[in-house]
């Protein structure tokens, strides 16, 4: 698989499951300190939102669908999202600028996708979420930790009999540890906060 094929990523690996209890705790402590508690009226993006996981999600806890934006570089993704009833969900090509206003969003959701976009391109995209980000918004952003994330695969693969795991994701361009995040997010967020996510 070519490492940026995500339409062909998208048939290789669906994104689903529950939303983890580690970004539940963090997206509520981040919406009450701001005082966001109608949740009617937050505006939320999710960027890179895979198969639609956080829609539905958010769909049973009283936000709007019409509040609920998601984009994604993988058509056959966003179709997904659509089966969903997701009609805020939309392509983002490569590259290509948010096609939203300043400051329009309380929260912006960045799950398991810098990993995905080389470091040349990440201060563009980076740039692109601040500048829609409402001045007190905030984003939740994951990433896996290396060199412990294979470390881990290491270990589901031999107690669990998952050797596929031996295998790193090949659309993993980029790999993180805190340091390195910190590093590249500290160009564009002055405070930070980091913990486990999964």
């Keep these: 698989m070519d490492n940026q094929d995500f339409e062909q990523y998208a048939d290789a690996k669906r994104i689903v499951g529950q939303v983890a209890a580690t970004w539940e705790n963090a997206f509520y402590e981040e919406l009450k300190a701001r005082g966001l508690s109608d949740y009617s009226q937050v505006k939320f993006l999710d960027f890179g939102c895979g198969d639609g996981r956080y829609f539905p999600y958010l769909m049973t806890k009283g936000f709007l669908a019409e509040s609920?934006?998601?984009?994604?570089?993988?058509?056959?993704?966003?179709?997904?999202?659509?089966?969903?009833?997701?009609?805020?969900?939309?392509?983002?090509?490569?590259?290509?600028p948010l096609p939203y206003q300043d400051g329009f969003f309380d929260v912006v959701n960045c799950v398991e996708v810098i990993e995905h976009i080389?470091?040349?391109?990440?201060?563009?995209?980076?740039?692109?979420?601040?500048?829609?980000?409402?001045?007190?918004?905030?984003?939740?952003?994951?990433?896996?930790?290396?060199?412990?994330?294979?470390?881990?695969?290491?270990?589901?693969?031999?107690?669990?009999?998952?050797?596929?795991?031996?295998?790193?994701?090949?659309?993993?361009?980029?790999?993180?540890?805190?340091e390195k995040l910190h590093r590249v997010l500290s160009g564009h967020f002055s405070r930070m906060s980091f913990s486990p996510y999964k």
């Design 68 to 96: 609920i934006y998601g984009v994604e570089v993988s058509q056959k993704r966003i179709d997904r999202c659509r089966e969903l009833g997701w009609v805020n969900a939309r392509v983002l090509a490569i590259r290509e």
């Design 118 to 178: 080389p470091r040349a391109d990440l201060d563009f995209y980076l740039g692109e979420i601040v500048r829609v980000m409402k001045p007190r918004a905030f984003l939740i952003l994951t990433t896996p930790n290396y060199p412990i994330k294979r470390l881990c695969d290491l270990v589901d693969a031999v107690v669990g009999g998952r050797w596929v795991r031996l295998r790193d994701d090949p659309t993993h361009v980029c790999r993180y540890n805190r």
